[in-house]
């Protein structure tokens, strides 16, 4: 069984950073990809950046885009999702996800293509 667990998250102003963590156990991490989603209030949950199996490719959200930098360790089993200049409209729960597939190199971004999450962490940004 896969656990996903989340941490980081926090009350910061705008402008501001900071850096959520995700440790996974129960299956070889290094075989997944991992994703971050979002979800604001009364809002769909929502793709924020990917990152494949070995770390070498990224992708993300055109609105976090050269303000968000997801990266994995995997020695220590874990997935970062660093946030700078934070905007009110980032203000959400963030949760970490893995790939269903198995070293898979396609991009995805759907919820459906991720079958293990974490219960989330809330972000909040203030103006």
């Known amino acids: 069984q896969v656990q996903l667990v989340e941490s980081g998250g926090g009350l910061v102003q705008a402008g501001g950073s900071l850096r959520l963590s995700c440790a996974a156990s129960?299956?070889?991490?290094?075989?997944?990809?991992m994703g971050w989603f979002r979800q604001a209030p009364g809002k769909e949950r929502e793709f924020v950046a990917r990152?494949?199996?070995?770390?070498?490719?990224?992708y993300y959200a055109d609105s976090v885009k050269d303000r968000f930098t997801i990266s994995r360790d995997n020695a220590k089993n874990t997935v970062y999702l660093q946030m700078n200049s934070l905007k009110p409209e980032d203000t959400a729960v963030y949760s970490c996800?893995?790939?269903?597939?198995?070293?898979?190199?396609?991009?995805?971004?759907?919820?459906?293509?991720?079958?293990?999450w974490g219960q989330g962490t809330q972000v909040t940004v203030s103006s």
């Open positions: 129960g299956r070889t991490f290094s075989n997944y990809a």
């Open positions: 990152i494949s199996w070995s770390g070498g490719s990224t």
């Open positions: 996800a893995q790939d269903r597939f198995y070293m898979r190199d396609r991009v995805v971004i759907t919820t459906y293509e991720y079958n293990y």
